[in-house]
T-cell receptor
């Protein structure tokens, strides 16, 4: 079974703090994704990575950056947290070259509150 | 206009009822996914389909490519089916576009 873990289930930070959200997968998947989920808006893609040190902006990258130094780990960074970044953050993975035959596997989510 | 629209947004049912959740999309796709999210946040994949129909236990998913429409059916619903059901489409890339979800509550 694919296992996708996220560093925290719940996180409370103050405005202006630097925040790191980490995602680790154990299935050697090339693709990793960071989403945020807000009521009424569904899941929106922030960034994704298709290989180590490779990244691509998603639909809402502003205010975020990412790091993929190792294949199994994909970090989401909020350089200076703001209250509008209060949300549920979900990480997902997908094996490359199997877009038509495989699904994304999701982590349990991190509920971030910025005060 | 969202590229993926689900209906209804909220649904309540009595245990044992037959439930249908609908998903319409506006773009050409390579696959459509149905996902389930329980309270607490974790998301699991129920189905991935690109044509026809799939069945798993009490769950049935259908897709009509020409009409750009998919349905998720739950037969003999149970309170443990209470969750948010999310439709997502894949555009011939590794990225998904998600609907906003249907919140289902099944009462005993």
């Amino acid at each position: 079974d694919v296992k996708v873990t996220q560093s925290s289930r719940y996180l409370v930070k103050r405005t202006g703090e630097k925040v790191f959200l980490e995602c680790v997968q154990d299935m050697d998947h090339e693709n990793m994704f960071w989403y945020r989920q807000d009521p009424g808006l569904g899941l929106r893609l922030i960034y994704f990575s298709y290989d180590v040190k490779m990244k691509e902006k998603g639909d809402i990258p502003e205010g975020y950056s990412v790091s993929r130094e190792k294949k199994e780990r994909f970090s989401l960074i909020l350089e200076s947290a703001s209250t509008n970044q209060t949300s549920m953050y979900l990480c997902a993975t997908l094996a490359s070259g199997r877009a038509s035959t495989d699904t994304q596997y999701f982590g349990p989510g991190t509920r971030l509150t910025v005060l | 206009k969202n590229e993926v629209e689900q209906s209804p947004q909220n649904l309540t049912a009595q245990e044992g009822e037959f439930i249908t959740i609908n998903c319409s999309y506006s773009v050409g796709i390579s696959a459509l996914h149905w996902l389930q999210q329980h309270p607490g946040g974790g998301i699991v994949s129920l189905f991935m389909l690109s044509s026809g129909k799939k069945k798993h236990g009490r769950l049935i998913a259908t897709i009509n490519i020409q009409e750009k429409h998919s349905s998720l059916h739950i037969t003999a619903s149970h309170p443990r089916d209470s969750a948010v059901y999310i439709c997502a489409v894949r555009w011939y890339t590794d990225k998904l576009i998600f609907g906003t979800g249907t919140r289902l509550q099944v009462f005993p």
